[in-house]
């Protein structure tokens, strides 16, 4: 579609938005195939490795190795696997996580469709996979499956709530659910100052929503040995993969559009394609790099953790942003209020972290005890002398 | 009979068949969790998969045969199995070893014992959910002790460097300078997991309250080494019993207050610091030169009949080393009280009604060797 | 070097003179001389190697000693207090050798195991709360022994119970009660000797396959023949030497 949709002039709103989406599609895919290359170095960068090295420069060449294995890999399927459950599951899960794409705005010109309640469309349709992933889990018939279908499930129900709740108190900050719209509203300033809050939450949240650590409880290699994707292979497993990727980019666009003034901010509108395209990969580099990061620094959480903290932390807390919101327009306060509101509540979310964390008297240090020595080295004269005796004997 | 529609509110616990092969169970461990939801209503070990007879395998090989299988039974801390067998041979012919091949002994047990840790630090790391970090940090550290292993022994994983008597051979000529060396990354090692773990949220609240066990019940249970000292019994055979010339080192010896798996963590986090220490006042005692070998050793080993338990504090706990003789040059009966094996079995109590993923967490404190359990 | 059979080189270093330095080493009181003694099998060795092509005559073969000298335990040992603890007349009790001196080992009739682990645990002039190892052993024509070795963390000390039933009626009280980190070595035990735990919550095979229950490894009359044969002692004697 990038390349693709300006160039086609065609006067038909649905062979355009096919082609778009066709476009994107195999754009998104070799984007993808690219992304765990460069999720892949910087990984290894924060790790003391290098990362893939031996495929072509700068292992450029590897997705494309790992691509073909993948694809000539034999499909597996479990003899008892539920076939129809089995084999639709991936589809559930890959194609709502390309369908977000068409209402994503990427320049001012560029988009697949202009739909009018184009945020609450994203929302609602990177929501459907857990659909996918319960197929999954039961149509695999592995108990680890299952376990990582209904935690996924659980999750993914769970951090939907908070990132929706996140992305009201911004509607009600700007007055529209068009992601266009949202975009042309931070011309001056991004949204990310005034709702600082809804930041935070949309940040930890997407995290869990597209399931990658410290939230990768479904997956978790160590507990569920892989969870969904258990009994997957070859291809089917890509496809897994691929829309994990995916998911992982719509959110990073998302967060740079709603949050981070997309390709409005700072350069206003009329700066041509080129810097604003820029302005879009950048601002979502930004989101993927820091995905990454915390990826390569934090264990997983527990499901009782990752559930407690949705319900009891995130959830009060965006309702108390909405809360303020409200009052804010209620009685038409300067937009400071939304600031001051939005950024104490966030100094809040940061100390509940905490005190849920540690809970309790703080943990007493380990006890020292010391064990010194007895016996003191015997002087070196008597050893050598003993030694050359032996030796003499 | 059930009706139908009744059976179908059953509420039913799923056996979890956790092993032998999954990635977080350390080898070929099995254990079959009953889980009800994510709780573990009931956990049951399975082992045996890597037995091999290992002590039968003993009654049949003279005493420095022997020296071999100690390290293919533990081989993540081979010089505390191999120290443990030739302290028993020792023991019962009265063999006394000479100064200089006991400080390397020690240096080489306490370089290995951080090896090892390292071990335990990246793979409890990987227990948790880090992505691979913590063995990244603590890798490549343990690959300088490898190395050094290496040049020692002439082998990366089954040492066999002891002798009854003393060592094999000498050691390298710049030994004393390669150990400084060495001593410099895992210092290095030691801080970077310290600074990913130790004070990391995340981590804090998968380990703190998991596992624990009180002092009485680590006892009653057998478990030995950082498990015991983690549940506050400040028991070292390092200083309680000291072997060696371990009472010659000053050092101090981390004991926990909650016996959870964070202080599992911390116990063996301070131990690696501990070891550096002694390493290090081990490379200054060191005698320069003199014999590495008991003078006058019968070219045959033969013991007189008799038996001796000998044990070591290896990084995983107590390491014994139960020799009976019949006289002659082969054990009558050799059994290796492993400390993997006394650890694990309290896998059950400790894993009862905790979550499917402490339970995870819990098995990564132990820091079993599934050879050493399976023997 | 492998020479046919009955060909064996002469050239093999006086074993009585090891045997003699052995037996002097076993017994306590002569292990402060032990380096001594033990030096005397190279000296030995040396004539006999220089005296190869001559062939003298083999010394007379002596029997080699197959259990240690028993030496009691001084007065005041913790056999004594294992005794009057329990209130059970104890068998046999003396001294092993552990590192840095020698402990005490004490048999106890297996029926009295069970009262005798007790009091080891309960009393508190022993205090002993550790059970460090439990270890079963065949003795082939005296039967098969279990040993219990236990040790206390307050006092510093340990002590050795050993116990031993034929094969016929092998059966031992199990411990589990008393020492939970028993359950384990006794289910390892009954594996590798077939000794019937009484009493043991779950006797199942634990390091064998759950259905080998009639068969055990580490029994003496599982020979280890084809690995014998080319270990220890039964290795030509110029094979083990070159190595030197």
Redesign the interface.
């Known amino acids: 579609m990038l390349l693709a949709a300006p160039a086609i002039d065609i006067d038909q709103p649905f062979v355009n938005a096919a082609l778009g989406l066709i476009a994107f599609t195999l754009v998104m895919t070799v984007g993808v195939m690219y992304a765990t290359w460069y999720e892949r170095k910087i ?1 290894a960068r ?4 290098l990362g893939p090295t031996r495929t072509g420069p700068f292992g450029l060449l590897q997705p494309i190795a790992d691509t073909f294995k993948l694809l000539t890999k034999e499909d597996l399927r479990p003899a008892t696997a539920d076939f129809v459950a089995f084999e639709l599951a991936v589809f559930l899960i890959f194609i709502p996580a390309l369908m977000v794409f068409v209402a994503v705005p990427f320049t001012a010109d560029w988009f697949i469709s202009a739909i009018p309640l184009s945020l609450l469309y994203i929302l609602a349709v990177s929501g459907l996979s857990f659909i996918g992933f319960l197929l999954a889990g039961w149509g695999s018939d592995s ?2 499956a ?2 990582g279908g209904m935690r996924a499930a659980a999750q993914l129900i769970s951090y939907e709530v908070p990132l929706i709740m996140a992305m009201v108190g911004v509607v009600m900050v700007t007055g529209t659910v068009d992601a266009y719209q949202m975009i042309l509203y931070q011309d001056t300033v991004p949204l990310i100052v005034w709702q600082p809050l809804g930041f935070m939450i949309f940040l930890i949240a997407s995290i869990a929503e597209v399931e990658r ?2 939230f ?2 479904p997956t ?4 569920v ?1 892989g969870g969904v994707f258990i009994e997957y292979s070859g291809i089917r497993w890509s496809m897994f993969q691929l829309s994990s990727y995916v998911n992982m980019y719509a959110f990073a666009l998302l967060g740079a559009f709603v949050f981070m003034g997309g390709w409005e901010w700072p350069f206003g509108t009329d700066v041509g394609w080129g810097l604003q395209l820029l302005l879009t990969v950048v601002k979502m580099s930004l989101f993927i790099v820091f995905y990454l990061w915390v ?11 990752l559930m407690s903290y949705a319900w009891k932390v995130l959830i009060p807390f965006s309702l108390a942003q909405i809360f303020f919101n409200g009052f804010i327009i209620v009685y038409d306060l300067p937009d400071v209020a939304y600031l001051i509101s939005s950024g104490l509540l966030t100094v809040g979310l940061g100390y509940s ?2 005190f849920i ?2 809970r309790g008297e703080p ?2 240090p ?13 002087e ?1 004269e008597p ?2 002398v003993a ?1 050359a005796e ?2 003499a ?1 | 009979m059930v009706a139908e529609h009744e059976r179908s509110l059953e509420v039913v616990d ?4 956790m092993g032998p092969q ?3 169970t350390h080898g070929v461990f099995r254990m079959v969790l009953m ?1 009800d939801g ?1 709780k573990c209503v009931d956990v049951i070990p399975h082992i045996g998969y890597m037995h091999r007879g290992g002590e039968k395998l003993m009654e049949a090989m003279d005493f420095r045969q022997g020296i071999g299988y100690c390290d293919r039974t533990e081989y993540l801390a081979q010089f505390s199995a191999e120290l443990a067998y030739v302290m028993a041979v020792e023991r019962l012919m009265d063999v006394q070893v ?2 200089r091949a006991e400080y390397i002994r020690v240096i080489l047990t306490e370089l290995n014992r951080l090896s090892s840790h390292f071990m335990f630090m990246g793979a409890f ?9 913590s063995f ?2 603590a890798f ?1 550290q343990r690959e300088y002790l490898q190395e050094l292993f290496e040049e020692v022994s002439g082998d990366r994983l089954m040492y066999a460097y002891f002798r009854v008597g003393g060592l094999a051979w000498e050691v390298t000529d710049n030994f004393v300078q390669r150990c400084h060396e060495v001593l410099k990354h895992t210092q290095q090692g030691i801080r970077d997991i310290d600074e ?2 130790t004070k ?7 380990c ?1 309250g998991i596992g624990a066990f009180t002092a009485e019940q680590a006892i009653a249970n057998g478990l030995s080494g950082p498990m015991l000292r983690a549940s ?1 019994v ?1 028991w ?1 055979l ?2 309680d019993e ?1 072997y060696s ?1 371990y ?12 016996g959870d798996v ?2 599992r963590y ?2 063996r986090l ?1 131990e690696m610091r501990q070891s550096v220490s002694i390493v290090e006042q081990a490379l200054e ?1 060191l ?1 320069a030169e ?2 590495i070998v008991a ?2 050793l019968p070219r045959r080993l033969r013991t007189p009949p008799g038996e001796v338990y000998a044990k070591v504090e290896s990084p995983r706990g107590e390491w014994g080393v139960y020799l009976v003789s019949k006289g002659g040059d082969k054990p009558y009966r050799l059994k290796m009280r492993s400390p993997s094996f006394c650890n694990l079995s309290a896998l059950r109590e400790m894993c009862l009604n905790q ?4 339970a ?1 967490m819990i098995l990564g404190s132990m820091d079993i060797v599934l050879c050493c359990v399976d023997r | 070097m492998t020479l046919p059979d009955g060909q064996e080189p002469e050239a093999k270093p006086e074993p009585g003179a090891e045997q003699a330095a052995d037996a002097a080493a076993s017994t306590p009181e002569a292990a402060a001389t032990t380096p001594e003694a033990a ?1 005397e099998a190279p000296k030995a060795e040396k004539p006999a190697a220089a005296a190869k092509a001559e062939r003298p005559a083999r010394p007379a073969k002596e029997p080699e000693p197959k259990t240690a000298p028993r030496v009691a335990p001084p007065a005041g040992s913790v056999n004594e207090a294992v005794a009057a603890a329990s209130g059970v007349t104890l068998g046999a009790a003396y001294l092993v050798p552990d590192w840095k001196g020698e402990s005490v080992a004490v048999e106890v009739s297996r029926d009295d195991v069970p009262a005798v682990l007790t009091a080891c645990r309960d009393d508190e002039r022993l205090d002993m709360k550790l059970l460090r190892c439990l270890s079963g052993v065949d003795w082939q024509e005296e039967g098969l022994e279990v040993v219990y070795h236990l040790y206390s963390l307050s006092k510093k000390r340990g002590v050795t119970v050993k116990t031993r039933v034929s094969y016929d009626d092998a059966n031992v009280p199990s411990v589990a009660g008393v020492y939970p980190a028993a359950e384990w070595h006794e289910r390892e035990a009954r594996d590798m000797f077939g000794i019937n735990f009484t009493g043991h919550p779950d006797l199942r095979p634990l390091l064998l396959p759950e259905d080998m229950t009639d068969h055990f490894p580490l029994r003496k009359d599982n020979p280890l023949q084809e690995i014998e044969e080319w270990q220890g002692e039964n290795l030509r004697e110029g094979a083990g030497e070159e190595e030197e």
């Open positions: 990984v924060m790790q003391y490795r108990k680890y299952l376990l650590p410290p990768d409880i978790g290699e160590s507990e040995a990826r390569a620094s934090f264990p997983r959480l527990r499901p009782d953790q972290a905490i964390v540690r943990r007493k380990l006890q020292m005890v010391p064990a010194r020595a007895t016996a003191r080295k015997p070196p050893a050598v030694a032996g030796a004997t | 799923i056996p979890i068949n999954h990635p977080s889980v994510e000479p100064e790391g990987i227990d948790s959910g880090v992505f691979g970090t990244t940090y490549p990913l773990l990391n949220e995340i981590f804090i609240g998968r703190q506050g400040p070292d390092r200083k000291p010339v009472d010659r080192f000053n050092f101090e010896i981390p004991v926990g207050n909650y964070y202080d911390l116990v301070e005692q005698p003199g014999p003078e006058k979550f499917l993923a402490d995870v | 030096g």
